[in-house]
């Protein structure tokens, strides 16, 4: 067994794991949004940028072990991803890391997928606020006639009150 693809196995699960749980903060954000939570939402959104924070970090682990590999095996140029990688391992290692591979791609669909509905519902609640500011803030050329016509009738009155003086 080679020491690089055994940590890389290992980095890839906590990866998983960082992924399940970015999951979960997604669909609390669903329900923070829904109920309109700002202050849990804040909260939140630090939370999923620590997650980011630390995927970054294996992201960085997984191309210095990809690295160590081509060192270890003398490759000329390390892979580049993990799809390169299978190239050079034997069929139980291969396997293995297609499966984590698999499941990680299945992981961060979900994640996207999340993410998406969030924009979604975050999009229809500016949008009900625009409409709701819009109704508040009607121009006078919105006003019926009849507005207009107790409009006029004002200007005249006060029109009329003034000449006298």
Known sequence: MNRSIEQLKVALR????????????????????????VQELEKLT?????F???????????????????????LEE???????LLLFLEENDRRELQDLQEQLGLLITQVGEKN?????????????IQLNMELFTRSESTTSPYDRK????????????????
């Open 116 to 128: 998406q509905l969030n924009q979604t519902l975050i999009q229809q609640g500016l949008d009900f």
């Open 52 to 74: 980011i924070r630390e995927m970054s970090r294996f992201e960085q682990i997984r191309q210095s072990l990809l690295a160590h590999f081509a060192q270890e095996k003398e």
């Open 46 to 50: 630090e939370q999923e940028r620590q």
């Open 78 to 84: 390390a892979p580049q991803n993990l799809s390169g």
């Open 150 to 165: 107790a409009d006029e009738e004002k200007k005249q009155k006060k029109q009329l009150f003034d000449a006298k003086y």
């Open 14 to 37: 906590q990866e998983q794991k960082l992924y399940e749980a970015l999951i979960h903060l997604a669909e609390a954000k669903s329900r923070l949004v829904i109920q309109n939570n």
